[in-house]
């Protein structure tokens, strides 16, 4: 059996009110696609609320896990979302962010946790 790189991701604004939840196969290519939308035409809900810092992420071989996943966390209230992220990511840092990137020490999804609720 063949195995894929899918991740189910939350994007957050810089001042961490907007969410984002979302499914892609290449996680850094994404990050930057949202980055670029909220530079140039801001027209995805990322691009128009600034959703381009990285703070959650799951890895799955299936992509009908990933969207599954999505699925399921999308239809989450925002405390149950950020009890989430708190749980991975206590400190809410851009894990995509050069600064946090040096500063080391950033969370990492361990393939084979279970993080259903």
């Keep these: 059996m063949k195995?894929?790189?899918?991740?189910?991701?939350?994007?957050?604004n810089p001042k961490k009110t907007v969410?984002?939840?979302?499914?892609?196969?290449?996680?850094e290519r994404r990050m930057e696609e949202h980055l670029a939308d909220h530079l140039d035409t801001r027209k995805t809900?990322?691009?128009k609320y600034f959703c381009y810092n990285l703070i959650y992420y799951e890895y799955y071989f299936h992509i009908e896990w990933a969207i599954a996943r999505e699925k399921q966390i999308k239809g989450w209230t925002r405390k149950k979302k950020e009890a989430l992220i708190a749980k991975f990511n206590p400190e809410w840092r851009f894990l995509n962010s050069e600064a946090e990137i040096e500063k080391?020490?950033?969370?990492?999804?361990?393939?084979?946790?279970?993080?259903?609720?």
């Design 45 to 47: 809900f990322a691009g």
């Design 104 to 117: 080391g020490n950033l969370p990492v999804w361990i393939i084979g946790e279970e993080p259903w609720d």
């Design 19 to 27: 969410l984002y939840t979302g499914v892609t196969n290449d996680l």
């Design 3 to 12: 195995y894929h790189n899918y991740f189910v991701y939350i994007t957050t």
